[in-house]
Structures are given as structure tokens and as C-alpha cells.
Nanobody, 125 residues
């Protein structure tokens, strides 16, 4: 089981930036993992934002954030980041970090078995 703790959420004006962090513990050396960021706005279903292959580094993005968000990792610190630029009010949501076993990133929530508690991101003037 992987434990995930998100941080970095907050209130930002449209056009601003935030960087979310996800500290992971319980990753087993030699195992294959995928890491992802999802978000859920009030009254909406949880949706994929960005994914990363922990072992190989390949990334995947939702069309709505392509070119604005960047997912990255610091392997030494077992931390995944989501850099969010040019934020829009429609980016407002609770953002969740997720971990799954296997090769390659995935936009399917069923490919992830451990989830963080979420961090609120609010984009408003």
C-alpha cells in the first residue's frame, strides 16, 4: 500500500500559478508504479488531469490542461508535482494524487489503487 499526502493548494487569481506536491511513502524498490493527478469539482465526477510513469518518466495530460500543467517527480524525495500555470476558474476543484501498480500512465481511475486526501484549489478573482 502506498500512502500519499498532497499539499500546495490554495486560492489564486485567474492567470496565476500553483504547484501541488504529493509525498509518497511505501513505494517498493524494483516495482512499477504509475502516478496521477485527478480533480473533482462540486457536483462533478472525478476527472483525470495528468499522469506519470514513475519508473520511465513518460507523461499524459487531459486535453483541458495540456500546455498549462506539468507533472514531474523527484525520485530522491518520492514526490510528485503538478505545476499549474495560466489557471482558469474552471480549474477550481479538489485535486487528488493517486498511485497504481503497473507500467505506463493511465487516465482511468481504476488503474490506481491508493489515493491521497485531496487539496483544494480555488481560482477566483
Amino acid at each position: 500500500q502506498v500512502q500519499l499526502v498532497e499539499s500546495g493548494g490554495g486560492l489564486v487569481q485567474p492567470g496565476g500559478s500553483l504547484r501541488l506536491s504529493c509525498a509518497a511513502s511505501g513505494l517498493r524498490f524494483g516495482s512499477w508504479y504509475r502516478m496521477g493527478w485527478f480533480r473533482q469539482a462540486p457536483g462533478e465526477e472525478r476527472e483525470f488531469v495528468a499522469g506519470l510513469n514513475w519508473n520511465g518518466g513518460s507523461t499524459l495530460y487531459a486535453d483541458s490542461v495540456q500546455g498549462r500543467f506539468t507533472i514531474s517527480k523527484d525520485s530522491a524525495k518520492n514526490t510528485v508535482f503538478l505545476q499549474m500555470n495560466s489557471l482558469k476558474p474552471e480549474d477550481t476543484a479538489v485535486y487528488y494524487c493517486a498511485a497504481g501498480s503497473g507500467f505506463g500512465s493511465s487516465p482511468d481511475a481504476r488503474a490506481y489503487h491508493d489515493w491521497g486526501q485531496g487539496t483544494q484549489v480555488t481560482v477566483s478573482s
